[in-house]
């Protein structure tokens, strides 16, 4: 059985947390029942987020939310805690993983060893919204899970241990662009930093720089400093530099940005985007973006 030391678990996506609030509906809630109890499939008149459903085989694990923001019938209910100690889990080796939630908010998974350390960086999947099914793509061994959700009325976090026999390769590469916009006008600029995660091999050198054009059709170029950024069992690179570098056209938004990466002599293609339309919630940071090694 893993035992986690625990500590506050502050993830890159836990940090662009947002409460979207809204009304609950009052309407009595449907069940569902399962073994050793029965499972409501909404929480009306309640004051977290539901549970979450994780299941191997014929085990299932009903898990209860460790930290959240939840908006009631009455008001608006948050909560920042600590995972279990010790985690649920499954009691024989897994192959696939499915994940059941009554409400179709959005799903990031992270997989950290199960050695009990908080390692630097983790795999990280997206999932459909209300749950899906999959290879989980770590090594064989014990491994521990933070599954976070956010949407309409709230988000929360779940954990939970497993040990695989298998060993799936993990995700492609994604990249992520963090936006600040400066409000000085006078000499516009900008601090970004740009994270591309779940590389394959890490590469031994990496360059990145930033391209950036205005709604009038004005482009500005300029370098990121990039360091090596590795996680647990992946690769990983980071791009950052602050307003004094990072001089942008002085026109209106939208602005299109356009990442350049090299790495180890190879050009890799990371997805456009746009600031703010493709930036979650118009906010600070973008959506997942895809990233092409040319593989």
């Known amino acids: 059985m893993i035992s986690i030391r625990c500590r506050r678990l502050v993830t890159q996506l836990a940090i662009v947390v947002a409460l979207a609030a809204c009304g609950v509906p009052d309407s009595t809630p449907p069940t569902d029942t399962v073994a050793g109890g029965t499972l409501a499939t909404t929480t009306t008149g309640t004051d977290r987020p539901p549970n979450l459903v994780v299941t191997s085989g014929n085990e299932r694990l009903e898990i ?17 805690g600590m995972p279990p100690d010790p985690l649920p889990e499954f009691e024989s080796p897994v192959t696939e993983l499915s994940i059941e939630y009554p409400i179709d908010w959005p799903m990031t998974t992270t997989f950290y060893p199960g050695d009990a350390e908080y390692c630097n960086g983790q795999i990280v999947i997206q999932l459909k919204p209300g ?46 662009i963090y936006w600040y916009q400066d409000i000085d006008e006078s000499d516009p600029g900008v601090s970004v930093e740009v994270n591309v ?8 050198e990496a360059t990145m720089s930033a391209v950036v054009t205005d709604a009038s059709g004005v482009t500005s170029e300029f370098s990121l400093d990039t360091t090596s950024d590795p996680s647990c069992w992946t690769g990983g690179i980071r791009g950052s530099a602050g307003p004094g ?24 293609m990371v997805e456009p985007v746009r600031w703010p339309d493709e930036f979650i919630d118009g906010g600070n940071t973008s959506e997942w973006l895809t990233v092409d090694t040319g593989e």
């Open 64 to 80: 209860e939310p460790w930290s959240y923001c939840w908006t009631g019938p009455i008001q608006v209910v948050c909560a920042d």
């Open 131 to 176: 749950g899906d099914s999959f290879l989980p793509p770590v090594p064989s061994g014990w491994h521990w899970v933070e599954v976070f959700a956010q949407g309409e009325g709230g988000d929360g976090i779940w954990s939970f241990a497993f040990e695989t026999t298998t060993y799936t390769d993990p995700p492609r590469p994604h990249a992520e």
């Open 197 to 204: 995660a779940n590389i394959a091999t890490q590469p031994d």
């Open 245 to 268: 570098a990072t001089a942008i056209p002085g026109g209106a938004a939208p602005y299109d940005i356009g990442i350049g990466l090299e790495t180890d002599g190879e050009a890799w």
